[in-house]
Structures are given as C-alpha cells and as structure tokens.
Nanobody, 117 residues
C-alpha cells in the first residue's frame, strides 16, 4: 500500500503563487509516476502535471509555463509550484501515485486551491 499526504493549498489572489507538496509512504518501489490532478466544481477531474521517477514531466496545456512539477526521490515527495495563478485554477488538487510494479494508482485526499480577489 501507498499513503499520500498533501499540503500547501489555500486562498491566493490572481497572479499569486502557491506550492503544493505530496509525500508518499509505504511500499514505494523505484519505478513510479507521481503527479497532480484537479477537479473544479461541476467539472471532471483533469491531469495537471506528472513526473516519472526518472524525471520526465508532462503538463496540461492550460498550465504550461505557469506550473512546475518536481520531485525529491530521497523524500518520496512531489511538488507543484504554481505561479501566475488564475481564477480558473480554482479546484481541489489531488496527488496521484502510479506504481508500475503493482500496476495500480493511489490518490491523496485532496487539497483546496482557491484563486480569488
């Protein structure tokens, strides 16, 4: 099993920044992908960004150039630096961990990000 603990959400004004963190614990394994998805009110959950254990990244078009995903493999932690935030970025952000050894995914409990003046 893998447990995910997220932190860093909150309220920020448009144009501001936030940094999300997600720490994984349990049976991690060396081959995995960690990332973030989000779900706005009345919307489907969508991928925001992901990073493999080797460092390859993938971003949604809507956040390219504004968000940066990174990870610290020694701490089993993934980060999402969110800059130039817009009201449309308001959503619950969920950490996702995918294990290639177990062929299954795990989700965090979610953290609210609200962008509003």
């Amino acid at each position: 099993q893998v447990q995910l603990v997220e932190s860093g959400g909150g309220l920020v004004q448009p144009g501001g920044s936030l940094r999300l963190s997600c720490a994984a614990s349990g049976t991690i394994g060396s081959l995995n992908t960690m990332g973030w998805s989000r779900q706005g009110e009345g919307k489907q959950r969508e991928l925001v960004a992901a990073i493999t254990s080797s460092g390859s990244t993938n971003y949604a078009d809507s956040v390219k150039g504004r968000f940066t995903i990174s990870r610290d493999n020694a701490k089993n932690t993934v980060y999402l630096q969110m800059d130039s935030l817009k009201p449309e970025d308001t959503a619950v952000y969920y950490c996702r961990f995918y294990s290639y050894a177990r062929l299954r995914e795990y989700w965090g409990q979610g953290t609210q990000v609200t962008v509003s003046s």
